[in-house]
């Protein structure tokens, strides 16, 4: 018995919509033949609800044929953001100077004349494959460094001030379900700005940003202080690729009615009403009563309410700690001189393992103080670990870790 073989992966997946049958018989086979996926069709509303399925990676497109021409397809499926990056080659009888020009403005990035040489499709289709995989490799690329630096600069954020990251992660609970309820576009640049709308507040003094965002007494020097924050994040943000009109969301954070910094400002009040301890409702009947924000937005934020979770107090193990648990104190060194990590601190990987690396080599046991739900406490209680600390306590806060339990 022959021994058994992989299948070797297709070279691509491509669609070809003609309403010619000898035409899609023959690029058919052509295609499956050199290995790859191919689905035809004859019509162009068929071939569009079929990509609604499985895009594919390359579209071969005629251009005259009943009830939907080729350029109104193509212009369809560039209109949408979930296909406008898929290759468009148009092969057609038209071939006009005009008629080309017309298909390269419909967002076609090829153009074959019928009669057609199989070879020379072949060869323009995996042209086209090959810059669409480099398009598609950059960015990944982009999209990890970018991610890279985004989570940098966050966790910076939570190691410097976790006041800051606590206020940050509220604001952007506020702007996602704006977001979400309104399917506003591109939502993840307005996260992002809320998730980093604080960063320039790191240069800031905890007890005046605290002041600052409770409205309360400021002296000339602190209130230029925290005016100025958006500005200094919109300089650090400005210069990382993609991330410009994040930077201009955050730099319009303080008061602007016009998008897109429009969802983060209202946002931002909302929290520092409810910071204040004013009840979500009346909070959003003040800033209504400014006249200052969108209804809608003002809307679908009626039955929000500030996520709100019972914490204990628990002295775990280093080896025990977990991803969104915070520090009740701060953690110093043996003699006392050195601040390790501030009490407040949402912990994160990289933060355990920094606690790690300053504990006594060979000693996992170390004890920390930390804030946990309270039935994750009754768990580690169930199996004998942790030590109780007195007192209890409200906290906002949402701990992804909790997930895995």
């Not at 410009?244 to 969802?263: C, F, K, L, N, Y």
Request: aromatic share 6%; with cysteine; glycine share 6%.
């Amino acid at each position: 018995m022959p021994p058994l073989t992989e299948e070797a992966p297709p070279q691509g997946n491509i669609m070809i919509v003609d309403d010619d049958p000898s035409d899609l018989t023959l690029l058919e086979e052509m295609f499956r033949e050199h290995a790859y996926e191919v689905r035809s069709f004859p019509r162009g509303r068929l071939a569009l609800r079929a990509a609604e399925d499985n895009p594919p990676d390359l579209i071969l497109l005629d251009i005259t044929m009943p009830e939907m021409n080729g350029y109104e397809v193509c212009t369809q499926l560039k209109s949408s953001p979930r296909f406008s990056a898929i290759p468009v080659i148009f092969l057609s009888a038209l071939n006009t100077i005009e008629d080309k020009a017309k298909g390269f403005r419909s967002g076609a990035v090829d153009y074959i004349s019928k009669p057609f040489q199989l070879e020379e499709v072949q060869a323009r289709v995996e042209t086209h494959l090959k810059l669409r995989r480099a398009q598609q490799a950059e960015h990944e690329l982009l999209e990890r460094t970018l991610g890279g630096a985004v989570g940098t600069l966050w966790e910076l954020v939570q190691l410097i001030s976790p006041m800051l990251a606590l206020r940050s992660a509220a604001i952007r609970d506020i702007v996602l379900r704006v977001a979400r309820r309104l399917a506003i576009r591109d939502a993840w640049q307005h996260e992002l700005a809320a998730t980093l709308c604080l960063l320039g507040c790191m240069a800031i003094p905890d007890d005046v940003f605290e002041r600052a965002y409770c409205g309360k007494a400021l002296s000339p020097d602190e209130d230029r202080m925290f005016r100025s924050h958006p500005e200094s994040a919109f300089r650090l943000l400005s210069k990382i690729p993609r991330l410009e009109v994040v930077a201009e969301m955050i730099r319009g954070q303080q008061g602007t009615r016009e998008e897109p910094a429009s969802v983060l400002h209202l946002a931002l009040e909302l929290d520092r009403r409810v910071h204040r301890g004013i009840a979500c409702r009346a909070a959003l009947d003040e800033l209504r009563m400014t006249g200052q924000f969108d209804g809608r937005m003002l809307g679908v934020l009626e039955s929000y309410s500030p996520a709100r979770a019972e914490f204990e107090l628990k002295r775990l193990p280093i080896r025990l700690l977990g991803a969104g648990m915070v520090l009740d104190k701060d953690v110093v060194s043996k003699d006392g001189k050195l601040l390790i990590m501030k009490a407040g601190t949402a912990l994160t990987e990289i933060w355990i393992e920094r606690l790690e690396n300053f504990a006594k080599p060979g000693v996992d046991q170390q004890l920390v103080d930390v804030r946990l739900p309270r039935f994750v406490v009754h768990t580690l209680d169930e199996i004998g670990l942790g030590a109780p600390v007195n007192g209890k306590q409200k906290a906002n806060g949402a701990y992804p870790w909790l997930k895995a339990t």
